[in-house]
Protein backbone atom coordinates (compact mmCIF):
# COMPACT_ATOMS: atom_id res chain seq x y z
CA UNK A 1 0.00 0.00 0.00
CA UNK A 2 1.40 3.39 -1.28
CA UNK A 3 1.62 5.56 1.89
CA UNK A 4 -0.37 8.48 2.62
CA UNK A 5 1.84 11.56 1.66
CA UNK A 6 0.87 10.49 -1.79
CA UNK A 7 -1.94 11.86 -1.74
CA UNK A 8 -0.16 15.39 -1.50
CA UNK A 9 1.03 14.49 -5.41
CA UNK A 10 -2.72 13.86 -6.07
CA UNK A 11 -4.59 16.53 -4.97
CA UNK A 12 -1.89 19.16 -7.05
CA UNK A 13 -3.08 16.54 -9.94
CA UNK A 14 -6.47 16.52 -9.12
CA UNK A 15 -6.95 20.14 -8.88
CA UNK A 16 -5.29 20.07 -12.62
CA UNK A 17 -8.07 17.73 -13.68
CA UNK A 18 -10.63 19.97 -12.60
CA UNK A 19 -8.99 23.10 -14.76
CA UNK A 20 -9.55 20.19 -17.78
CA UNK A 21 -12.83 19.61 -16.77
CA UNK A 22 -14.15 22.76 -16.11
CA UNK A 23 -12.57 24.01 -19.42
CA UNK A 24 -14.32 20.91 -21.27
CA UNK A 25 -17.38 21.93 -19.71
CA UNK A 26 -17.35 25.61 -21.35
CA UNK A 27 -16.39 24.00 -24.93
CA UNK A 28 -19.24 21.44 -24.63
CA UNK A 29 -21.54 23.89 -23.59
CA UNK A 30 -20.89 26.29 -26.50
CA UNK A 31 -20.72 23.14 -29.10
CA UNK A 32 -24.29 22.37 -27.54
CA UNK A 33 -25.38 25.94 -27.93
CA UNK A 34 -23.78 26.07 -31.48
CA UNK A 35 -25.41 23.12 -32.76
CA UNK A 36 -28.76 23.22 -31.39
CA UNK A 37 -29.21 27.15 -31.06
CA UNK A 38 -30.69 26.24 -27.35
CA UNK A 39 -29.95 27.42 -24.30
CA UNK A 40 -31.77 24.68 -22.87
CA UNK A 41 -29.71 21.77 -23.99
CA UNK A 42 -26.64 24.56 -23.71
CA UNK A 43 -27.30 24.73 -19.86
CA UNK A 44 -28.07 20.89 -19.27
CA UNK A 45 -25.19 20.14 -20.82
CA UNK A 46 -22.98 22.86 -18.77
CA UNK A 47 -24.59 21.45 -15.76
CA UNK A 48 -23.79 17.70 -16.28
CA UNK A 49 -19.94 18.38 -16.76
CA UNK A 50 -19.81 20.87 -13.78
CA UNK A 51 -21.56 17.85 -11.84
CA UNK A 52 -18.48 15.77 -13.23
CA UNK A 53 -16.53 18.23 -11.65
CA UNK A 54 -17.74 18.91 -8.53
CA UNK A 55 -17.80 15.04 -7.86
CA UNK A 56 -13.85 15.10 -8.32
CA UNK A 57 -13.24 18.30 -6.23
CA UNK A 58 -15.42 15.99 -3.81
CA UNK A 59 -12.88 13.36 -4.57
CA UNK A 60 -9.87 16.06 -3.58
CA UNK A 61 -11.27 17.14 -0.80
CA UNK A 62 -11.90 13.40 0.37
CA UNK A 63 -8.31 12.71 0.42
CA UNK A 64 -7.26 15.54 2.07
CA UNK A 65 -9.68 14.56 4.75
CA UNK A 66 -7.79 10.69 5.15
CA UNK A 67 -4.31 12.77 4.69
CA UNK A 68 -5.02 14.44 8.12
CA UNK A 69 -5.87 11.72 9.94
CA UNK A 70 -2.53 10.50 10.24
CA UNK A 71 -4.19 7.32 10.90
CA UNK A 72 -2.14 4.73 8.60
CA UNK A 73 -4.13 1.88 9.64
CA UNK A 74 -5.66 0.18 6.65
CA UNK A 75 -8.89 -0.62 7.98
CA UNK A 76 -9.08 3.36 8.86
CA UNK A 77 -8.19 4.08 5.22
CA UNK A 78 -10.57 1.61 3.81
CA UNK A 79 -13.77 3.44 6.25
CA UNK A 80 -12.50 7.46 5.21
CA UNK A 81 -12.68 5.70 1.50
CA UNK A 82 -15.63 4.04 1.61
CA UNK A 83 -17.15 7.15 3.02
CA UNK A 84 -15.72 9.69 0.75
CA UNK A 85 -17.13 7.34 -2.27
CA UNK A 86 -20.47 6.90 -0.70
CA UNK A 87 -20.54 10.55 0.12
CA UNK A 88 -19.75 11.47 -3.89
CA UNK A 89 -22.32 8.91 -5.24
CA UNK A 90 -24.99 10.63 -3.40
CA UNK A 91 -23.50 14.17 -4.04
CA UNK A 92 -23.73 12.81 -7.98
CA UNK A 93 -27.88 11.40 -7.91
CA UNK A 94 -29.18 14.61 -5.89
CA UNK A 95 -27.47 16.99 -8.76
CA UNK A 96 -28.56 14.99 -11.61
CA UNK A 97 -31.98 14.50 -10.00
CA UNK A 98 -32.03 18.19 -9.34
CA UNK A 99 -31.36 19.39 -12.26
CA UNK A 100 -34.18 16.81 -14.52
CA UNK A 101 -36.37 17.21 -11.87
CA UNK A 102 -36.44 20.66 -10.41
CA UNK A 103 -34.74 22.14 -12.95
CA UNK A 104 -36.34 20.08 -15.76
CA UNK A 105 -33.49 20.03 -18.00
CA UNK A 106 -33.54 17.56 -20.66
CA UNK A 107 -31.89 14.41 -19.18
CA UNK A 108 -30.15 13.26 -22.30
CA UNK A 109 -27.98 16.36 -22.64
CA UNK A 110 -27.45 16.52 -18.73
CA UNK A 111 -26.29 12.95 -18.94
CA UNK A 112 -24.14 13.52 -22.26
CA UNK A 113 -22.65 16.54 -20.41
CA UNK A 114 -21.53 14.22 -17.37
CA UNK A 115 -19.78 11.55 -19.29
CA UNK A 116 -17.76 14.05 -20.97
CA UNK A 117 -16.85 15.68 -17.59
CA UNK A 118 -16.19 11.62 -16.22
CA UNK A 119 -14.25 11.05 -19.32
CA UNK A 120 -11.71 13.76 -18.44
CA UNK A 121 -10.16 12.42 -15.43
CA UNK A 122 -10.01 8.97 -17.14
CA UNK A 123 -7.69 10.79 -20.12
CA UNK A 124 -5.79 13.20 -18.51
CA UNK A 125 -4.89 10.22 -15.92
CA UNK A 126 -3.89 7.68 -19.09
CA UNK A 127 -1.79 10.86 -20.64
CA UNK A 128 0.01 11.64 -17.24
CA UNK A 129 0.82 7.92 -17.09
CA UNK A 130 2.81 8.17 -20.50
CA UNK A 131 4.85 11.18 -19.02
Given amino acids: MAGLS???KEKVKGYQIV???????????LIAYFYTNSIVVALASLWGALTAAL??????????????KQSYRPHD???AVYRNSMGRFMLMIVLLLFAMAV???PGIE???GF???QVVPVMARILMIKR
Fill in 110 to 112: VLC
Fill in 6 to 8: EFA
Fill in 55 to 68: IEISLIRGLSKIEK
Fill in 115 to 117: VMG
Fill in 19 to 29: KWQIATAIIVT
Fill in 103 to 105: LKL
Fill in 77 to 79: VLR
